[in-house]
């Protein structure tokens, strides 16, 4: 790292944009060092506020940072959400002095002139950077479509963004003060900002999407991936190490954006599963990973196939010991939800006037199927008499009468986890035994868990959507798979966009 660069809010806390843009530069080079403030001196420049900014006055705010912070810091930029003004220029987008290592932006008005505030900021961050490296850089007042533009027709800025070019006459002037590293480090930051524009269809490296990322959704089958996809239709492809993400950025309720980044596991099971949670947490480190797809129900008259299930709890099955005379014992792993979790999951009944429209067939995308009631004994069921009648009551409960035409409804409850894909009653019937009211068996959460627990040293929330496509002991009709994809990913979509997850 050659250039160490700090960036301070003003007037206000905007280091959440700050941050998201410092990520972007950051991850694709290391000559440049982008930072806030250290912890102790991050809300320096909060109460400095001002209906409109002097550059003279920030200069002094940034000197006197200086002298506070100690240490050597030779570049400093401070970033207002106010008017900017110097005593020659009034509303400019952004000053400087490099001779004191000092520049200014303001956030007031990128929207008029930038489609995103992050391409905006990392525009500003490079060009006050270059001209921190050559301090006798100047602008030019006319416009050449080059990132020295003086913008004083605002609208070269969209421009800049989207071209990254600098004309001939300062690549030069560049060129005197860069090494062959540095100018490779240049390139990577401009051709970063140029993939921040919308139009740019470039795949993203997924790291400069670290704090961009609050939410990131784990499905394990293709049907699974498709149907959360569909609920997701702008969005940006990302490259990680060993997989790629899809990145959708949602609006929720209080103008707020949220970051999705959405991923497939290459295979079922606990092991592939817990590979994609921590390649997710190490590339992106999202708050919160939902694992959003299909999951056996086990028979109960509240809920049958198509519904789906929150989990409050993991009971993890996947160590056993295989006893003489073909006898499996389970030793049950496993434990509680994120308090955050349980914390949402218990509060979800008074806030399901925000989500309400979740399980519509406009929602989902599909009609619920219809399932009629077999006639005892009936072939569609298996397992002892005892499984086979809950099975009966669980199927006329929820499609008889009017049940018949209900749409799906979610459940809150533990989940049963392990590598086995169960379709034996029995075993539902011993695992339940030490999982009372578990609702869903699945064969990916356990992995999830411990990926959270370890790689998200406990602060990663998990929680698995699992629309119920079977239920154990009956012989469902097909269309319930994609019905049960489909009415997971909708509910893990309403929820995301009403607030709820955050
Ligand atoms: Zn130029």
Redesign the pocket.
């Known amino acids: 790292m050659l250039y160490h660069i700090e960036i301070l809010s003003f007037g206000d806390d905007l280091d959440a944009e700050i941050l998201e843009a410092i990520n972007i530069l950051n991850a694709v080079q290391s000559d440049f060092e982008f930072a806030l403030p250290p912890e102790r001196l991050r809300s320096f420049g909060y109460n400095f506020v001002r209906e409109e900014y002097v550059t003279t006055e920030l200069w002094e705010q940034l000197e006197a940072y200086r002298k506070a912070a100690r240490g050597p810091r030779p570049y400093l930029i401070a970033v207002v959400a106010q008017k900017l003004r110097s005593h020659r220029y009034k509303n400019l987008f952004g000053s400087r002095r490099a001779a004191g290592g000092f520049a200014a932006i303001t956030l007031r008005d990128w929207h008029l002139y930038a489609d995103f505030h992050r391409s905006f900021l990392c525009y500003y961050f490079i060009r006050y950077a270059l001209s921190f490296v050559n301090p006798s850089i100047k ?2 007042v006319e416009t ?1 479509d ?4 003086f913008k004083g027709n605002k609208h070269d800025l969209e421009k800049s963004l989207s071209s990254g070019r ?5 690549t030069q002037e560049l060129n005197g003060a860069l090494n062959p590293e540095t100018k490779k480090s240049v390139r990577e930051m401009v051709s970063i900002m140029k993939a921040q524009h919308a139009t740019s269809t470039q795949t993203l490296p997924a790291k400069t999407l670290k704090k961009a990322t609050q939410i990131g959704i784990i499905a394990i089958r293709p049907d699974e991936f498709s149907a959360v996809l569909e609920h997701f239709p702008e969005r940006r492809s990302a490259e990680g190490r060993n997989r790629f993400y899809e990145h959708a950025r949602i609006p929720v309720r209080d103008g707020a954006e949220i970051g999705v980044a959405i991923t497939k596991s290459f295979e079922q099971g606990q092991v592939a599963a817990q590979a994609a949670a921590n390649d997710m947490i190490r590339e992106l480190a999202p708050q919160w990973i939902l694992l959003v797809g299909i999951a056996g129900g086990i028979p109960n008259a509240e809920y049958s196939l198509g519904d789906v299930v929150l989990s409050s709890r993991v009971h993890d099955f996947s160590v056993s010991a295989a006893l003489e005379g073909g006898k499996l014992e389970h030793q049950q792993q496993g434990g509680p939800a994120h308090i955050e979790v349980e914390k949402l999951l218990a509060y979800l009944p008074a806030k399901e006037h925000l989500f309400k429209t979740w399980n519509s067939a406009q929602s989902l995308g599909m009609e619920r199927p219809v399932e009629t009631i077999p006639e005892e004994p009936d072939d569609r069921y298996y397992g002892d008499e005892k499984w086979k009648s809950s099975v009966h009551n669980s199927i006329e409960a929820n499609f008889a009468g009017r049940a018949a035409h209900r749409p799906p409804r979610y459940v809150v409850s533990p989940v049963m986890t392990a590598n086995t894909l169960v379709k034996d009653t029995e075993l539902a019937r011993q695992w339940g035994q030490s999982a009372r009211h578990a609702s869903a068996v699945e064969m990916e959460l356990g992995g999830i868990y411990v990926a959270a627990r370890h790689d998200g040293g406990g602060s990663t929330r998990v929680l698995a959507i699992r629309g119920l496509s079977d239920i154990v002991g009956y012989k469902r009709s097909p269309e319930w798979t994609a019905f049960a994809c489909k009415s997971a990913a909708s509910l893990a979509y309403a929820l995301i966009a009403a607030g709820l997850i955050k």
């Open positions: 602008a030019h050449l080059c990132l020295f533009d600098i004309c001939q006459q300062h």
